[in-house]
């Protein structure tokens, strides 16, 4: 069990490590080899329809178009050694050429099945938690969702138009990110400051969890729910875009972030209309890790259906 305390903030991982853990694991990868393979031979059936952009008609297709459709590495370095072709010009071909490959593709099925869900699951149940602790806001934002949805129908072109449940949202990623601790190693040497010196092959952890409540950042509120805060976006909140990284930052940044916040503002867009809830008293606050953030003992809630 790995603790992470401040005077402020607290939060306990947990590794259940499973003696069945690694046959799970790989009858997860066979079961989703086997739905890759069905796919490619639906591909096949229809004479490779599901191959052209316009007629893909979910994520897998286009992952697999990414390792079926792309380019080998052979091809890529003649690419890279062709001489009449500017720098932009081969950046432009190579991003066209990328090929997955198989591994690639197994994996990053895996992870849009697993983390897409995951991740939406923790963004959710934390901001019910967050609106049934201070119903003045759920009440906010219940009236937003009937005046651009009056008739009770969520249109995707509508969630733009949503503001204040998407300050609601940062709001509640900023005190329960879905990935508090974040990994990186070290691919080369690099130097932070005029000091530290990070040396190449080191594993880093970047205490997400403690950035978001950081009062130097957040002002002496950081630990207070103030959605207002990001009434002018992330940058007009803390100053500084790196300090708000629930979904991490630079090129490791969470493939799925705006399909989670799409998600959960159309789940939110759909049950606060229809319900009021408060937290029922037998919720136990524990904060717990094992994939994402998510209460160890449930989130038990109190639901009032609303007359229309």
């Not at 849009?112 to 759920?138: D, M, N």
């Not at 759909?270 to 009021?276: A, H, N, T």
């Amino acid at each position: 069990m790995l603790h992470v305390d401040s005077s402020r903030y607290s939060i306990r991982r947990k590794y259940r490590v499973s003696k069945d853990a690694a046959a799970e694991a790989q009858w997860l990868r066979t079961y989703m080899g086997c739905i890759i393979s069905d796919r490619r031979k639906s591909h096949r059936k229809n004479g490779g329809a599901a191959d052209s952009d316009s007629t893909r008609h979910d994520l897998l297709d286009v992952v697999i178009g990414a390792v079926d459709n792309g380019h080998s590495e052979s091809e890529a370095k003649l690419l890279n050694e062709a001489h009449d072709l500017t720098i932009g010009d081969k950046r432009k071909r190579a991003a066209e050429m990328t090929r997955l490959t198989e591994k690639q593709l197994l994996a990053n099925s895996l992870t849009f099945l697993l983390a897409g869900h995951e991740t939406t699951a923790s963004v959710l149940t934390w901001t019910i938690y967050l609106l049934a602790k201070h119903p003045l806001w759920q009440e906010r934002a219940r009236a937003e969702i009937e005046e651009f949805c009056p008739d009770g129908v969520v249109e995707p072109q509508v969630l733009n138009h949503l503001k204040l449940l998407g300050m609601i949202l940062f709001e509640s990623l900023r005190l329960f990110p879905p990935v508090p601790l974040i990994g990186r190693t070290c691919t080369k040497e690099n130097k932070v400051g005029s000091n530290l010196l990070i040396p190449e092959g080191l594993e880093i952890v970047i205490p997400v969890a403690m950035l978001h409540r950081d009062r130097n950042i957040w002002g002496d509120n950081a630990d207070e729910f103030a959605p207002a805060r990001f009434g002018n976006g992330i940058s007009g909140a803390c100053g500084n875009p790196l300090a708000f990284i629930p979904f991490g930052a630079g090129p490791r940044t969470c493939i799925g972030q705006t399909l989670a916040l799409s998600e959960a503002k159309a789940v939110l867009a759909v049950i606060l209309p229809l319900f009021r809830f408060k937290l029922s008293t037998t919720y136990r606050h524990s904060p717990d890790v094992s994939l994402t953030m998510m209460p160890e003992f449930g989130m038990p809630v109190v639901l009032e259906k609303l007359e229309k």
